[in-house]
């Protein structure tokens, strides 16, 4: 069974910082690309970073030198590290897994940047 587990968000004033972090299980991890979403209320699900399992990253123009998103293959986890966060960072933040066509989703994890 895949199973994707978030954890680290939380409140924090803005400018501060968040490291989220994604336990992935049931999928080898290392051909597998990660990813970081969020979907604020009313608004649609949006990609936020991509780490590939050769490495490669994308990023949403949004978060462009404040985000890093980042991936221990030993620990089969992704991590997101969030610096200079505004308030309008201010989402569920959902890890992604995907391999080959399949397409997996964690919980989510709430992140609140306070102005």
């Known amino acids: 069974q895949v199973q994707l587990v978030e954890s680290g968000g939380g409140l924090v004033q803005a400018g501060g910082t968040l490291r989220l972090s994604c336990a992935a299980s049931?999928?080898?991890?290392?051909?597998?690309?990660m990813g970081w979403y969020r979907q604020a209320p009313g608004k649609q699900r949006e990609l936020v970073a991509r780490v590939y399992n050769f490495g490669g990253t994308y990023y949403a123009n949004s978060v462009k030198g404040r985000f890093t998103i980042s991936r221990d293959n030993a620990r089969n986890t992704v991590y997101l590290q969030m610096n200079s966060l505004k308030p309008e960072d201010t989402s569920v933040y959902y890890c992604n897994a995907q391999i080959v066509t399949s397409e997996y989703w964690g919980q989510g994890t709430q992140v609140t940047v306070s102005s």
């Open positions: 049931g999928v080898d991890f290392s051909v597998t690309a």
